[in-house]
Every structure is written in C-alpha cells, then in structure tokens.
C-alpha cells in the first residue's frame, strides 16, 4: 500500500523559505511530484521529478521553488524560497504515472501541508 506524509509547511511572509518533505513508502513509480490548492481553486502542479532527477517547474515558480529527492530515505523534498502571498495553498506530494505537472498523471496523494504566505 503506497503512502505519503507530507511535513515542513507553515506560516512565513512574503519573502521567507520554506522546506517541505513527502516520505513515501510501498510505491515503484518513475516519477513524483508537488502539487497545490489555494481555496476556491482548483489544484495545480508545482514541480516534479523523474527517477534521473530531471525536473519540471510551473512557471510562476522557476528560480525560486527546487524539488530534489533522496532515493536512500525515500523521501521527496520542495524547497521554497522568495515566497510571496499568491504561493498559499495546501501542499500535496503525489506518485506520478509519467513525468509532468498535470494532475492527472498522479496516482496517489499525500494529505497534504498547509503553507501561508503574508505580506
């Protein structure tokens, strides 16, 4: 059975980092991914990473957010930087069916970490 935990979310201003981290356990997927949801709208992908650490970002987040994994913990990471408001939203790590930011490629979801960004 695959799970993911999320943890390292929080509430920082406009400007501050964060490092989120997803422990995974029970899946063989190629890829994985971070996904978010701000309230009222609809989920989005943030970035994801392939089992050769090639890596996909939205736009809106290049040069600022990084997603790396350690294959040894089993653990995926996303490290926020120059955070800004528009950046809130629940955090999801998610295993993904193909490499890419689209919701639907992803099989199963964590229960996600809060992040809150103020100005």
């Known amino acids: 059975q695959v799970q993911l935990v999320e943890s390292g979310g929080g509430s920082v201003q406009v400007g501050g980092s964060l490092r989120l981290s997803c422990t995974a356990s029970?899946?063989?997927?190629?890829?994985m991914g971070w996904f978010r949801q701000a309230p009222g709208k609809e989920r989005e992908g943030v970035a994801a990473?392939?089992?050769?650490?090639?890596?996909t970002y939205l736009d809106s987040v290049k040069g600022r957010f990084t997603i790396s994994q350690d294959n040894a913990k089993n653990t995926l990471y996303l490290q926020m930087n120059s955070l800004k408001p528009e950046d809130t939203g629940m955090y999801y790590c998610?295993?993904?069916?193909?490499?890419?930011?689209?919701?639907?490629?992803?099989?199963?979801w964590g229960q996600g970490t809060q992040v809150t960004v103020s100005s």
């Open positions: 998610a295993t993904l069916r193909s490499h890419g930011i689209w919701t639907e490629y992803a099989d199963y």
């Open positions: 029970g899946y063989t997927h190629c890829c």
């Open positions: 990473i392939n089992r050769y650490d090639y890596t």
